[in-house]
């Protein structure tokens, strides 16, 4: 499934508010074979320089703020459709009568009035500078069609049709080739999104970014290719389109994979600790302790989070597992089950100290 504020000064008052309130073209390579994660110790302290060195103060500022945030609590979040803006979130509000930390949005593929409406993008970025202005921590990634297809896709035909579709091997490979037709369509994609996010930059936002999420899933067209050549290559190919051509230095970059997932499989989409600022992975299940921990080991220092799941973890999940850093409860499955978290001291929401500052 599926950004503090202008200028700085207002950042570190929104900050202020949380604590108040390059592989050839070729067949994708097989995936290698992985010894089983170590029960990595978690990290007394993290690595908090942000792998884009020309990151914006307020990209900085955010970025330290999760690394603060790691291990003394974790931040409540909660994802909303792009053209319902702000549903789910407020849905939180009238269960809890608290707001969640993050807000978190996508950028769409249908046309129409859709819930993935792209034809309103303009709409959610509105919302995420009100979310922001209003002390939310805002989250951004994008179901988006595949590059062989034109936007916006159909409702009810594009997901199956495009977002789930498969590329052919020749087709990945003349998408990661350089000046290729597919390439080019595909940089035209990610150019697009870059208008979007740059006006966030412009209005001094710091977004967490997390493109190509759950590419480990083959249930994604970007996702499922292991190796070098694969989608942690398309990965490094975002990171270079967004930060060298469109200079958006207001990104921190939340890599992302989905569980559960056989062990040691991670590290075989892993683009480089060069492009990740923060280790993620998403389930709807079981959060079990192997996973925090093959996560601890692969992000080495790096701050970790849980990019979705269905409902918040549990008391006891984030006591056996405290160094989470934020959780995301998807769009449409907000119930009275996400009450125990939202009164447990150790979640932070908007507004909450955060335990340490």
Same mark, same amino acid.
Not at 187 to 200: I, R, S, V
Not at 250 to 269: C, R
Not at 325 to 351: C, E, H, K, Q, S
């Given at each position: 499934?599926?950004?503090?504020?202008?200028?700085?000064?207002?950042?570190?008052?929104?900050?202020?508010?949380?604590?108040?309130?390059?592989?050839?073209?070729?067949?994708?390579?097989?995936?290698?074979?992985?010894?089983?994660?170590?029960?990595?110790?978690?990290?007394? =302290?993290?690595?908090?320089?942000?792998?884009?060195?020309?990151?914006?103060?307020?990209?900085?500022?955010?970025?330290?703020?999760?690394?603060?945030?790691?291990?003394?609590?974790?931040?409540?979040?909660?994802?909303?459709?792009?053209?319902?803006?702000?549903?789910?979130? $407020?849905?939180?509000? =009238?269960? =809890?009568?608290?707001?969640?930390?993050?807000?978190?949005?996508?950028?769409?593929?249908? *046309?129409?009035?859709?819930?993935?409406?792209?034809?309103?993008?303009?709409?959610?970025?509105?919302?995420?500078?009100?979310?922001?202005?209003?002390?939310?921590?805002?989250?951004?990634?994008?179901?988006?069609?595949?590059?062989?297809?034109? $936007?916006?896709?159909?409702?009810?035909?594009?997901?199956?049709?495009?977002?789930? !579709?498969?590329? =052919?091997? *020749? #087709?990945?490979?003349?998408?990661?080739?350089?000046?290729?037709?597919?390439?080019?369509?595909? $940089?035209?994609?990610?150019?697009?999104?870059?208008?979007?996010?740059? #006006?966030? #930059?412009? !209005?001094?936002?710091?977004?967490?970014?997390?493109?190509?999420?759950?590419?480990?899933?083959?249930?994604?067209?970007?996702?499922?290719?292991?190796?070098?050549?694969?989608?942690?290559?398309?990965?490094?190919?975002?990171?270079?389109?967004?930060?060298?051509?469109?200079?958006?230095?207001?990104?921190?970059?939340?890599?992302?994979?989905?569980?559960?997932?056989?062990?040691?499989?991670?590290?075989?989409?892993?683009?480089?600790?060069?492009?990740?600022?923060?280790?993620?992975?998403?389930?709807?299940?079981?959060?079990?302790?192997?996973?925090?921990? $093959?996560?601890?080991?692969?992000?080495?220092?790096?701050?970790?989070?849980?990019?979705?799941?269905?409902?918040?973890?549990?008391?006891?999940?984030?006591?056996? #597992?405290?160094?989470?850093?934020?959780?995301?409860?998807?769009?449409?499955?907000?119930?009275?089950?996400?009450?125990?978290?939202?009164?447990?001291?150790?979640?932070?929401?908007?507004? *909450?100290?955060?335990?340490?500052?």
């Amino acid at each position: 499934m599926r950004k503090f504020i202008a200028p700085f000064a207002i950042l570190l008052g929104a900050t202020a508010v949380l604590n108040a309130q390059a592989a050839p073209p070729a067949a994708v390579p097989q995936t290698q074979s992985v010894p089983a994660a170590p029960r990595a110790p978690a990290p007394s =302290t993290y690595n908090c320089e942000p792998v884009n060195p020309n990151a914006t103060p307020e990209a900085r500022a955010l970025l330290k703020t999760i690394c603060a945030v790691s291990g003394k609590g974790i931040l409540s979040g909660q994802h909303n459709y792009p053209n319902h803006r702000d549903l789910d979130t $407020e849905k939180v509000h =009238t269960i =809890t009568g608290k707001y969640p930390a993050v807000w978190g949005s996508d950028f769409g593929f249908t *046309d129409e009035e859709d819930k993935d409406s792209i034809l309103h993008r303009d709409l959610m970025i509105a919302e995420a500078k009100k979310q922001a202005a209003a002390g939310s921590i805002i989250y951004l990634c994008w179901h988006m069609l595949r590059p062989t297809e034109d $936007e916006p896709g159909k409702p009810g035909d594009s997901w199956k049709g495009s977002v789930q !579709a498969r590329l =052919t091997d *020749d #087709q990945w490979a003349e998408l990661i080739t350089s000046d290729t037709p597919l390439h080019k369509r595909w $940089e035209k994609y990610m150019d697009t999104a870059a208008g979007y996010l740059k #006006q966030l #930059q412009d !209005a001094h936002i710091p977004v967490l970014w997390r493109p190509m999420h759950e590419n480990n899933g083959g249930f994604f067209w970007w996702g499922g290719r292991p190796g070098m050549g694969g989608t942690a290559q398309l990965y490094r190919e975002v990171y270079a389109r967004m930060v060298y051509v469109h200079h958006l230095d207001n990104l921190i970059w939340v890599w992302n994979q989905n569980g559960p997932a056989p062990m040691g499989e991670f590290v075989n989409y892993f683009p480089g600790k060069q492009y990740a600022d923060i280790v993620s992975y998403d389930n709807y299940r079981e959060l079990s302790d192997r996973y925090y921990y $093959e996560l601890l080991a692969l992000a080495e220092g790096k701050p970790i989070a849980l990019g979705e799941v269905g409902f918040p973890p549990s008391a006891e999940v984030l006591k056996a #597992q405290p160094k989470w850093a934020w959780f995301m409860v998807w769009a449409g499955m907000v119930n009275d089950r996400i009450l125990p978290a939202y009164n447990n001291p150790y979640v932070i929401n908007r507004g *909450d100290p955060i335990p340490g500052n």
